[in-house]
């Protein structure tokens, strides 16, 4: 099912990228040009020419992207074909190639994918064990010489090999990263598992070294859509390279003005140069913004401009000219975050608009505190977005740490994290020889439980006991996961067995009924994934699944808030997202850009393209903001504004009062200048009442794991005529996760009946009739 005027909902420009098929193609996709879409309707259009959809590789960079794609094509061309594109992020691709092609790198089918806090955890005990001064040898700097280095795909051979990367560690007095490196690789390897930059690396190592591998995968996929290709590092680029080698049916969309991530290892090269990559590759512009104002792009022109290393467009926009963008000064950083507080309330009464549609951006996160401060005495409610998420929090990682254990026992930095958690009388110098042993045997820690004497353990008998109790705790939960049980039996069993949520029960502080919350949230969690894969017919229902699930989400994937709340966050964090109101604060220099950017005119050009990102957020409101004086590093330090703010034609300002970029730090503006500037707006006579709201008076309460189905639920199955009987085409229903929707068509051809059911907003869904969740409403 294809729905036959899409083309129609395109604009010229966006309609001249989807139909081209024939050959590799560029899409710049300029801010709020409708890329997704573009991307969306490009995947219809070759389903529409004929291209089968598990032929079809689309590469994005977050969950949030992938899933929002395969929504969109859900609803034109129905559940069934959309599931079979090979769609998702990097990551879980690759993770898709790298399992069923794992022993070809010595790896096992069930490997592990270590999160960040498992590999620091990793370094950190490495560096423990060379005797190393941890304070020299600091795990996030460690770790990030690794990342660079598997993104440049350079092996820990190749690295101590390589003179100038041993003379810059030399420099910076840390000669032994190399040695980390091989024997991170190394307790990787053993523990069977992998980190997020091995998924690249590996995969690179896979196909370089597998040609039949690497010709399969050519000849499989004949389209590769990648997404956000200016992001791309080289790693990722490569792999790109490989499978398009033969056939070059490409097609890359991306902004060369929204590079902003070189610190993560993306090149802006990757997009610059791929018409040199691909000789004959058609470049297509999407230019018209739909997101933002007039003023607000054509001031976001004038300062992309300025480079000049991009790809020259000229993005425009035909909505409303719209109110040019406010610049303020102010005193100091106290005084600034006074003035976007107030001016967040002003904008507000006039605008009516949601707190969600305001949002506070900056340059470093240590700039939130005062302005949280400032929030919080004008009683605005506010959130930190990309502060600590759900599955970050201990006792949600202590609970996915055994999770992972029993889906792979080899797991060392899950059991190293669980082994004594809840207490079991295994302390830190047992584990420590047990670790030693394993290392010195070439095993995991699990294998030297299972036979200590084997393998020359030496603890006394107590303590071998207490060994031998919890390897027998896991190989009943990993006997669990083998035996078929599905994700939710296991994990129930594995918070039950442990002792995880019991130990918590008797302690009422409000700390512990926190926990309490997260351990049956987490539960709750793996029943909906549970339940979700059942009713739409999925067969892998097991806990490997729901941890690949979790494992790939990232922070900016996911924000638990229910009631509205203005955004706090940098800029980096921010792309990608769109609002109504947006204030960007501390355009200063040494600040916006950065002190630690300024070494070349390519790093000055990145934080013009971040600012450039800031600004096209907003949607109808932007305010900039800087300070004459600020406090830095814990000391005050006068200020001058941003180079930027030069950079942007001025007929796209309103300076208010007291703001002056044309000599900077030729004063200070005074008391009188920045309360001004605070009352550019009037209140009411009467202030409106903003209060923080209160907790949602709708809490979700997850029912035991042992309950059959979900209080306040109506199954269709637990109904009379749960075959299918009552059931006819036309009917309207209301599913208890989609929504309202048509029933399109009823199969009881098969042993397990379905219906497929067309709904108001998440399209085409095939369901099984004995798990799905609905009733008849019409």
């Given amino acids: ?100 092609n794992a022993d070809r790198i010595g790896f096992k089918s069930s490997f592990t994918i270590y999160d960040s806090a498992d590999s620091k955890s990793l370094v950190k005990t490495i560096v423990k064990d060379l005797a190393l001064d941890e304070k020299i040898y600091k795990p996030s700097s460690v770790i990030s010489a690794i990342s660079t280095a598997k993104n440049a795909l350079i092996s820990p051979e190749k690295y101590a090999a390589d003179r100038e990367i041993m003379r810059a560690d030399a420099d910076a007095r840390r000669p032994r990263i190399h040695e980390i490196y091989r024997i991170y690789r190394d307790r990787c390897f053993t523990a069977g598992a992998m980190d997020f930059d091995d998924l690249l690396y590996y995969t690179n190592v896979l196909l370089r070294d597998n040609p039949d591998v690497l010709r399969h995968y050519q000849e499989f996929f004949r389209y590769v859509l990648v997404d956000e290709y200016q992001d791309t590092n080289f790693a990722q680029h490569l792999i790109v390279a490989r499978i398009c080698e033969e056939h070059h049916q490409l097609c890359v969309v991306g902004d060369d003005a929204q590079s902003i991530y070189s610190f993560r290892g993306a090149n802006i090269r990757n997009i610059l140069s791929m018409r040199d990559t691909y000789p004959g590759m058609k470049l297509f512009k999407l230019e018209r913004n739909y997101r933002s104002t007039q003023n607000i792009i054509n001031a976001a022109n004038s300062l992309i401009e300025k480079n000049t290393e991009q790809i020259r467009k ?132 699990m294998a030297v439980l299972h036979d200590p004497d084997g393998f020359g353990l030496e603890v006394h008998s107590g303590t071998r006991r207490k060994l031998a109790a919890f390897a027998s705790m896991v190989d009943r939960f990993a006997a669990q996961v083998a035996s078929g049980d599905d994700a939710l039996a296991v994990a129930s069993e594995i918070i039950r ?94 600040l916006f850009p950065s002190s630690m950017a300024q070494g070349s005119q390519s790093e000055i050009e990145e934080e013009r393209r971040l600012l450039y990102v800031a600004i096209t957020r907003a949607r109808s409101f932007c305010m900039m903001s800087f300070a004459s004086n600020r406090y830095r590093n814990g000391q005050p330090a006068m200020c001058s504004p941003s180079r930027f703010l030069h950079d942007i034609d001025p007929c796209y300002l309103d300076m208010k009062a007291g703001a002056t970029i044309g000599a900077p730090r030729s004063r200070r503006p005074s008391y009188s200048d920045y309360m001004a500037a605070a009352r550019q707006v009037r209140y009411p006579a009467r202030q409106a009442q903003v209060s923080q709201p209160t907790a949602s008076s709708v809490h979700r309460n997850p029912v035991p794991v042992s309950a059959s189905a979900a209080k306040g639920e109506t199954s269709f199955a637990t109904m009379p005529g749960a075959d299918g009987s009552r059931l006819k085409a036309g009917m309207v229903i209301e599913h208890n996760r989609f929504g309202r929707g048509t029933i399109v068509e009823v199969d009881t051809s098969q042993p397990d009946h379905r219906i497929k059911v067309v709904f108001d907003n998440s399209g085409e869904k095939l369901l099984l009739l004995k798990f799905a969740k609905f009733i008849i409403i019409d």
């Fill in 497 to 590: 067995a442990t002792g995880l949520l019991s130990m918590l029960i008797t302690d009422r502080t409000p700390e512990s009924i926190s926990k309490q919350e997260n351990l049956n949230e987490l539960l709750a969690g793996v029943k909906e994934f549970t339940e979700m894969r059942r009713e739409e017919g999925e067969a892998d229902l097991g806990l490997a699944a729901f941890l690949g699930q979790i494992s790939l989400a990232t922070d900016q994937d996911s924000d638990d808030a229910t009631e509205e709340r203005v955004t706090l966050m940098t800029v980096h964090a921010a792309k990608g997202l769109e609002f109504n109101n947006v204030f960007i604060v501390g355009v200063e220099e040494d």
């Fill in 314 to 445: 000229e993005v425009y926009s035909e909505n409303k000219p719209g109110d040019r963008i406010e610049v303020v000064s102010s005193y100091s950083d106290l005084d600034e975050s006074a003035i976007v507080a107030n001016r967040i309330s002003q904008v507000r009464m006039l605008t009516h608009d949601s707190y969600d549609e305001f949002a506070i951006l900056y340059r470093t996160n240590a700039q939130s505190r005062i302005l949280e401060e400032s929030l919080r005495k004008r009683n605005i409610p506010y959130r930190i977005y990309g502060g600590l998420s759900f599955y970050q929090r201990k006792e949600v990682k202590d609970a996915v740490a055994y999770f992972r254990l029993a889906v792979n026992p080899d797991d060392d930095e899950a059991l190293r994290r669980v082994i004594n958690f809840p207490a079991r009388g295994i302390g830190e110098t047992t584990v420590n020889k047990v670790a030693r042993t394993a290392m010195d045997c070439g095993v995991s820690m």
């Fill in 1 to 100: 099912m294809v729905t036959e005027d899409y083309l129609q909902q395109l604009n010229g420009q966006q309609r001249a990228a989807v139909e081209y098929v024939d050959g590799p193609s560029l899409v710049i996709a300029g801010a709020g040009s409708g890329k997704t879409r573009v991307l969306t309707y490009k995947i219809v259009h070759l389903l529409r020419c004929g291209y089968e959809p598990w032929r079809i590789l689309a590469l994005t960079f977050t969950n949030k992207a992938a899933r929002e794609m395969r929504e969109r094509i859900e609803a034109l061309v129905g559940t069934e074909v959309a599931s079979r594109l090979w769609m998702g992020t990097f990551h879980s691709i690759f993770a898709r190639i790298l399992r069923a």
